[in-house]
């Protein structure tokens, strides 16, 4: 499964780092890395981080798609 934040909108509030740590890591105030392609075993958890993300930055699967265009 594949998923994008839309780095323009994420504001390093971190709520994904703590739902979903193997796979958001935050460097400095704003800088967040991740893996775009998630491991099965992170799915759920990243989809309770995109659920959490307070400005819907994070994409997954169908919507990571259209966002990329
Ligand atoms: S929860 Fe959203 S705003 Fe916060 S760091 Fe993650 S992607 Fe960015």
Do not use: K, N, W
């Amino acid at each position: 499964m594949r998923m994008v934040v839309d780095l323009t909108r994420c504001q390093g509030y971190a709520q994904c780092v703590f739902l979903a740590p193997e796979v958001f890591e935050l460097h400095g105030d704003e800088a967040l890395l991740y893996d775009p392609t998630i491991p099965d075993d992170q799915l759920e958890r990243v989809r309770q981080a995109a659920a959490a993300c307070p400005v819907q930055a994070i994409l997954v699967g169908e919507e990571a798609s259209i966002g990329a265009r």
